[in-house]
């Protein structure tokens, strides 16, 4: 299984940003897709869900109405898009999945930086 989280970066605060993550080595549709992210000095959150066919939606509270995760299948991927961005949105962020045998797989990350 690999996870390739891309899309991070600078931005400024308000400002949108959309992360990709591109998934292989399992039956991506099959399974639920989260985003987490982990502020420095801070432990990782779950940011956002979305089960197989994207039938459940789940947002942490401090991103809702302002982040939205979905999924395409055909290409294996999995989107956070951003907006309104804040400062406190600043974390590396990361994908993550749990196979059909309960093992846990993480992507690399991608660094988010909310800055004026």
Request: glycine share 12%; charged share 15%.
């Amino acid at each position: 299984v690999q996870l390739v989280e891309s899309g991070g970066g600078l931005v400024q605060p308000g400002g949108s940003l959309r992360l990709s993550c591109t998934a292989s080595g399992f039956t991506f549709s099959s399974y639920a897709m989260s985003w987490y992210r982990q502020a420095p000095g801070k432990g990782r959150e779950l940011v956002a869900a979305i089960t197989s066919a994207g039938g459940t939606i789940n947002y942490a509270d401090s991103v809702k109405g302002r982040f939205t995760i979905s999924r395409d299948d055909a290409k294996k991927t999995v989107y956070l898009q951003m907006g309104s961005l804040k400062p406190e949105d600043t974390a590396v962020y990361y994908c993550y999945v749990v196979d059909g045998f309960r093992r846990a797989y993480w992507g690399q990350g991608t660094q988010v930086t909310v800055s004026s």
